[in-house]
């Protein structure tokens, strides 16, 4: 598929995906020598309360300390790194409507939850703060 950082994905490759993900979520929860961040941003709806669900029992399938990471970020510096060029380079979206609210996202309620707003912090400075907590709950 060719992608410009606009297009949206199209309706028929949704199946190809989730067959793509299963297959990758059975290699990951059988191979438990490293560990794995996968990132989304989940919707508040049936499908992605499902994908939250896959990917908590694929952690507790490897034995894996589960740590769903909720991210904040204001509209404007969503935008702002929304919208960088390189971003593209990485087949991720640059299109601006995507900073759009778009309706709700998933409610989480898990003990190990992380709530950070990223908004005046550097990707360093988040993944940092992401890494803390994560130690804290490995030390527990």
């Not at 989730?18 to 979520?25: C, D, G, H, K, L």
Request: aromatic share 8%.
């Amino acid at each position: 598929m060719q992608y410009d950082g606009y297009a949206k994905i199209p309706d028929f490759a949704w199946d190809t995906i989730a067959s793509i993900r299963a297959e990758v979520f059975d290699f990951l929860a059988h191979h438990t020598k490293n560990s794995y961040v996968l990132t989304n941003c989940l919707a508040d709806t049936q499908e992605d309360r499902e994908l939250y669900g896959q990917v908590q029992q694929m952690a507790q399938t490897r034995g894996s300390l589960f740590i769903p990471v909720q991210i904040q970020i204001s509209k404007e510096e969503h935008l702002k790194r929304l919208t960088r060029p390189e971003r593209r380079e990485r087949w991720k979206s640059i299109d601006p409507s995507d900073a759009e609210d778009n309706g709700p996202l998933i409610s989480i309620s898990h003990p190990n939850l992380f709530s950070l707003n990223v908004s005046n912090l550097s990707p360093k400075d988040a993944a940092e703060a992401i890494m803390n907590h994560i130690k804290i709950l490995g030390q527990k």
